[in-house]
C-alpha cells in the first residue's frame, strides 16, 4: 500500500523557524511536491524535489532524502500569512500525485 | 503564468440534481487535467486523469457515470456531478499540467465547494 505521514498539527511564533516533516511509502515515486494550502483554497506549488539535498528558495527550503523516504519543508522568518496547510505529496507514476493530509501550521505573535 | 479558473465557486443544490464545474487553463494549454475531492480535515483524493480528446481514467472506486468528465478542449475540462446527493458534498478541485510553467506541476485551480441539500 501507500503511506505518507506528516503531523497533524504545528504550532510556531512569528520570525521563527520551523520544520515540517514527511515521511512516505509509495509503490513508484519520482519526486516529492510540497504543497501551501490555506482554507478553503487550492494548494498553490512551493518546491518539487528529485535528488536528494536541500533546496533553497528564499524563505523556505525542501528536503529530499530517498534512501529514507523522508522530506521535510523549511519555512524561516515565520510571518502570519504563513499559517496554513502544508502538503506533502509523493509524484508516484508520470504526473500521478498521493497526497499526505496535510499539517496545519498556525503562527502565533 | 499558469493560472487555472473553476466555476462556480460555490454551489448548493437538492438531492437528486446535476451540478457542472468547469476548469479552465487561463494562460497556458492543459495537455493534461486532473480532478480532486477534498473532505474536510482530509487529503486531496485525485478521481479522474483526462486529456484533451480523450476519456478520462478514473480512479479506483470512483464512479464514472455518476462523475463525468469531458476535456473538449485544451483549455476547458467539466466536471459534472449526476444525481447529486448529500454524501457527494464536498470541496472539487481540478489542476492542469501543460505549456506554461513547469511541465512537471500541477497548477490547481481555486476550487469549487459543493453542498447538497
Known amino acids: 500500500g501507500q503511506n505518507i505521514d506528516q503531523p497533524t498539527e504545528m504550532t510556531a511564533t512569528e520570525g521563527a523557524i520551523v520544520q515540517i516533516n514527511c515521511t512516505y511509502q509509495?509503490?513508484?515515486?519520482?519526486?516529492l511536491f510540497w504543497y501551501q494550502q490555506h482554507a478553503g483554497e487550492a494548494p498553490t506549488f512551493l518546491s518539487y524535489?528529485?535528488?536528494?539535498g536541500l533546496e533553497e528558495k528564499g524563505r523556505f527550503s525542501s528536503f529530499l532524502s530517498r534512501s529514507k523516504g523522508y522530506s521535510y519543508l523549511l519555512l524561516k522568518e515565520l510571518q502570519m500569512k504563513d499559517s496554513a496547510s502544508y502538503l506533502c505529496a509523493a509524484e508516484t507514476g508520470a504526473n500521478n500525485l498521493f497526497f499526505g493530509t496535510g499539517t496545519r501550521l498556525t503562527v502565533i505573535p | 503564468g499558469a493560472v487555472v479558473s473553476q466555476h462556480p465557486s460555490w454551489v448548493i443544490c437538492k438531492s437528486g440534481t446535476s451540478v457542472k464545474i468547469e476548469c479552465r487553463s487561463l494562460?497556458?494549454?492543459?495537455?493534461?487535467m486532473f480532478w480532486y475531492r477534498q473532505f474536510p480535515k482530509q487529503s486531496l483524493m485525485l478521481m479522474a486523469t483526462s486529456n484533451e480528446g480523450s476519456k478520462a481514467t478514473y480512479e479506483q472506486g470512483v464512479e464514472k457515470d455518476k462523475f463525468l468528465i469531458n476535456h473538449a478542449s485544451l483549455t476547458l475540462s467539466t466536471l459534472t456531478v449526476t444525481s447529486a446527493h448529500p454524501e457527494d458534498s464536498s470541496f472539487y478541485i481540478c489542476?492542469?499540467?501543460?505549456?506554461?510553467?513547469?511541465?512537471?506541476?500541477?497548477?490547481f485551480g481555486p476550487g469549487t465547494r459543493l453542498t447538497v441539500l
Open positions: 524535489n528529485v535528488l536528494d
Open positions: 489542476s492542469a499540467i501543460g505549456t506554461s510553467g513547469r511541465s512537471d506541476t500541477q497548477y
Open positions: 509509495t509503490s513508484g515515486f519520482n519526486g
Open positions: 494562460d497556458f494549454q492543459a495537455t493534461t
